[in-house]
């Protein structure tokens, strides 16, 4: 017996960390996937039909395995579609595991009801540890019943000894679960700091290079312009000089938050050095950032700035752009820094389009 419940224990403990590996090499968008949770579903419910394979015995006539942590994994994991999956599986795989008939059909339905117990409690970002503890006690219910029923009176014994293995094996399940899932949110953390300027929370210049460059190569694919934006706070330097560094860095994030305002969430804003900002315009051409920057300007001119020590003061910013195709893209940000020279040149707070 222990030997096949330690092989119950190892196949459940491997699918998922298999499982993990694999889903950790996809892209948060394929993750989220109808076909993803689908494949989640199938995956799942193979592993729980690896367990049935590999029960062990309690009894002279009794066998168990987990099969239901399975369901509730892919509840948690994948939601109703992936855990429905899994169900059929593990129901047809075991109406037909022995000769069919009423027992079979009995022992089945405990997946069902195992499904609904999941679908009902399970939740990724609310699934504490009372709430696991709920979710494993009504699924040791409904086992209680079942057994009643298949065994014509409870079995005491054979019940006493496999509710306890059943929540060991739970909660080492979906503390791994947890484990995994802390570990890969500390990742993205990490890595999304890396990306990110650290005052402002903006794009830094790695990663608007990486942005670019799959702006350029997206252009090409599908032949859909987009426009390079960069902006300069005009006269700054005279604020770090009469307000100090203090009044600058907070000069910097409310001028951030005028661009997030004024661009939309599939644009990318990044802060490239001390007072100059650049922007991915997405699927705008020449004469669409007129319009664009011109309001980011207006947007600019009439905010009021507030400083650390309750002072308030205006300021403007200057812009040049250059859009591709129009321009080549070895050229885009010479053309738009140029424009952006012309700018200031011209007397600030304004923006050329090149």
């Known amino acids: 017996m222990l030997q096949s419940l330690l092989n119950n224990l190892t196949l459940l403990t491997t699918g998922i960390l298999f499982g993990h590996i694999v889903k950790s090499a996809l892209t948060e968008?394929?993750?989220?996937a109808l076909g993803t949770r689908l494949a989640l579903g199938i995956v799942s419910g193979l592993l729980g039909v690896l367990l049935m394979h590999y029960h062990f015995q309690i009894s002279r006539h009794i066998v168990v395995d987990f099969r239901q942590l399975p369901?509730?994994?892919s509840v948690y994991l994948g939601g109703g579609i992936s855990g429905a999956i899994t169900t059929l599986l593990i129901m047809i795989y075991r109406l037909f595991l022995h000769e069919f008939g009423t027992h079979a059909v009995i022992a089945a339905l405990n997946s069902p009801v195992t499904f609904l117990i999941g679908v009902l409690f399970l939740r990724q970002e609310k699934t504490t540890?009372?709430?696991?503890f709920l979710v494993l006690g009504l699924s040791s219910v409904s086992m209680v019943v079942i057994a009643w029923i298949l065994y014509d009176g409870f079995p005491y014994l054979e019940m006493g000894l496999y509710l306890p293995l059943f929540f060991i094996a739970g909660v080492i399940a979906f503390s791994i679960l947890h484990y995994l899932r802390n570990k890969d949110d500390s990742i993205r953390k990490m890595r999304e700091a890396a990306n990110r300027d650290f005052l402002t929370s903006l794009y830094n210049s790695r990663a608007f290079a990486k942005k670019m460059e799959q702006k350029i190569a997206a252009?090409?694919?599908?032949?859909?312009?987009?426009?390079?934006?960069?902006?300069?706070?005009?006269?700054?330097?005279?604020?770090n000089d009469q307000y100090g560094h203090l009044a600058g860095d907070a000069v910097l994030l409310q001028i951030a938050d005028v661009m997030r305002e004024t661009f939309s969430q599939r644009d990318h804003i990044a802060r490239k050095g001390g007072e100059e900002f650049v922007i991915l315009v997405d699927?705008?051409?020449?004469?669409?950032?007129k319009v664009i920057a011109e309001r980011l300007r207006r947007n600019v001119e009439n905010h009021l700035f507030v400083l650390p020590d309750g002072e308030k003061?205006?300021?403007?910013i200057s812009g040049g752009s250059a859009t591709y195709p129009n321009?080549?893209?070895?050229?885009?940000?010479?053309?738009?820094?140029?424009a952006l020279y012309r700018a200031k040149e011209a007397g600030r707070n304004r923006v050329y389009v090149t």
């Open 283 to 289: 699927r705008c051409d020449a004469d669409q950032i």
């Open 29 to 32: 968008r394929l993750q989220k």
């Open 313 to 316: 003061l205006k300021l403007t």
């Open 219 to 239: 252009a090409q694919r599908d032949n859909i312009p987009f426009t390079l934006l960069i902006i300069d706070i005009d006269y700054f330097k005279r604020v």
């Open 71 to 73: 369901i509730l994994i």
């Open 327 to 338: 321009v080549d893209e070895v050229e885009l940000f010479l053309k738009a820094d140029q």
């Open 129 to 132: 540890m009372p709430r696991l």
